[in-house]
């Protein structure tokens, strides 16, 4: 699974102008299904996002997780973020899960964060969104679940 997390200070997404998602202080996710990926990928980047720690404490540093501040989450599936633009003009959505798996895969995220006590609403999977968000920082961070395939490195080499 690959998302982006951005802090915000307010976020709401609708559809056909009918608001299906709104929240105040919290993280707006944008999360895209990728065919590699398996349940307990999906599991992983759930506790990752509850856990990771962008809302600053007392002394202004990163510390707290969404569940320490008291965050709200807006999780929109979003699946142009498994677009791969390496080749051409055009970007390939061949690492896409098909429908109705990003379906599921998304609705097992948002199920996984409120099962960490998180509140947490959606838009709507599949449909023709308007998501309008304050970005508070800005704060935006790219996750991905299962990391890319290839020869695993060390931590310091390129």
């Not at 202004?60 to 807006?74: H, I, T």
């Not at 609403?121 to 968000?133: D, H, K, N, S, W």
């Amino acid at each position: 699974m690959r998302v982006v997390v951005q802090r915000v200070s307010r976020a709401e997404v609708r559809v056909g102008g009918e608001c299906v998602g709104r929240i105040g202080h919290g993280l707006l996710v944008l999360a895209a299904s990728l065919r590699s990926e398996t349940e307990a990928d999906v599991d992983a980047i759930a506790q990752k996002i509850a856990e990771y720690r962008v809302f600053e404490d007392e002394q202004g540093k990163m510390n707290l997780s969404a569940r320490d501040a008291g965050a709200a989450l807006l999780v929109v599936s979003q699946f142009t973020l498994a677009a791969d633009g390496e080749k051409g003009r055009r970007p390939s959505f061949d690492a896409a899960s098909p429908p109705e798996l990003g379906r599921a895969r998304v609705e097992r995220l948002v199920e996984r964060l409120r099962a960490f006590g998180l509140s947490v609403e959606t838009g709507r999977f599949g449909a023709a969104m308007e998501v309008e968000l304050v970005n508070n920082g800005p704060a935006t961070f790219i996750l991905e679940r299962p990391r890319s395939s290839g020869p695993s490195r060390s931590p310091g080499s390129p």
